[in-house]
């Protein structure tokens, strides 16, 4: 009889570890479905400011074309489907060159529409940055966790898989996470 207790204590306690691990993992895999979420939204706003961003520079740099369109061009590949790192590369590259023609055109550099437009640009790649970091931190969390025992005795068999770090190709290695260096003044 006491045999059958203690079998049974054990299980229940067992169950109740198990519950608590599974539970943790949940919220924790959750916050990094969050930080994908959160660096998307970044994203999608950066691709969101380009078009204002260029329709004011087209008043100034009119002979710029080719310019303009490579910005509209990549903005609009990396502004569909997936999120790939080589189409957000462009992109930057491409926007940096854009950002770049405020030195050229002294009129557009002091035109309040450019300034406040680069602000928010300048605003949104902090907070894609910081996106960023919030997603890795989550990772390692998520990670850590389901590495841990006991959690590892128990996490592949309930259907936790390893995160993975938001990568980066070489093209955006130090280049992505940066606001761009270029001075309007």
């Known amino acids: 009889m ?7 204590a054990v299980l229940g306690a067992l169950v109740l570890l198990v519950i608590g691990i599974y539970n943790r993992l949940v919220a924790l895999r959750q916050n ?13 706003l950066r691709h969101d400011l380009v078009p204002n961003l260029v ?3 087209k008043g100034y740099a009119s ?3 080719e310019t303009l ?8 590949r990396a502004a569909q489907g997936e999120v790939k790192s080589s189409d957000e590369a462009q992109f930057k590259v491409a926007l940096d060159k854009l950002l770049a023609l405020g030195e050229a055109y002294p009129d557009l550099k002091a035109n309040t529409n450019f300034q406040e437009l680069q602000r928010e640009l300048s605003d949104v790649e902090d907070k894609l940055a910081a996106s960023r ?4 931190a989550a990772v390692s969390r998520f990670n850590t966790s389901r590495e841990s025992f006991p959690a590892i005795l128990f996490a592949g068999a309930l259907g936790f898989q390893q995160a993975d770090f938001h990568r980066l190709d070489d093209s955006e290695q130090g280049v992505v996470d940066q606001v761009p260096g270029i001075s309007f003044q």
């Open 69 to 76: 369109d490579s910005v509209i061009s990549a903005r609009n």
């Open 32 to 44: 990094v479905k969050q930080g994908v979420a959160d660096i998307d939204a970044q994203l999608r």
């Open 63 to 65: 002979h710029e074309q």
């Open 55 to 57: 329709e004011t520079v």
């Open 2 to 8: 006491w045999t059958v207790i203690i079998i049974l």
């Open 133 to 136: 970091r919030a997603l890795n």
